[in-house]
């Protein structure tokens, strides 16, 4: 169990208040698609990702990546249990799409990088802290599947 201090609490918390997840989510994935290639592979039906204009410009990407922002949404809502928040989203990915898990921490370091453009010098040490640690656990719970 994770145990999360009242300041970790609030502060993710306050970030998921403060971005729109439509503009995040997209950037993120966005991100992911364009730096780690080989990412793509899931998504061939996502039709054209051939390069990162064609990427960034794409409207399933776009809503994929809200999609991952309301799922996020979900742990900071019920931060005492992400395990079981995720655990259907964690044999979906792992038995029938098959993902890497690995890439769940490269989306979610793309998505650092997103939050702390957003949030600029308010995305402190101990922001930026807290919110590795919240992504880690998610991670973990995305990948509890696997094992």
């Not at 990162?52 to 799922?71: L, Q, R, Y």
């Not at 044999?91 to 890497?100: G, N, Y």
């Amino acid at each position: 169990m994770v145990v999360w201090t009242d300041f970790e609490r609030t502060t993710i918390q306050d970030i998921f208040s403060k971005i729109d997840y439509a503009v995040v989510g997209q950037a993120a994935f966005s991100r992911c698609l364009i730096v780690y290639p080989w990412t793509q592979r899931y998504f061939g039906q996502f039709g054209n990702l051939y390069n990162a204009a064609a990427i960034a410009s794409n409207p399933k990407v776009a809503a994929h990546g809200k999609v991952i922002m309301e799922a996020l949404e979900k742990a900071v809502k019920d931060m005492d249990n992400i395990k079981a928040t995720y655990a259907e989203l964690s044999a979906l990915h792992s038995e029938k799409l098959q993902v890497d898990p690995d890439n769940f921490m490269l989306l979610g370091d793309c998505l650092t990088i997103v939050v702390a453009s957003q949030l600029g010098k308010n995305f402190t040490a101990e922001v930026h802290a807290a919110f590795q640690k919240f992504l880690a656990v998610v991670v973990s719970s995305l990948r509890r599947q696997y094992y």
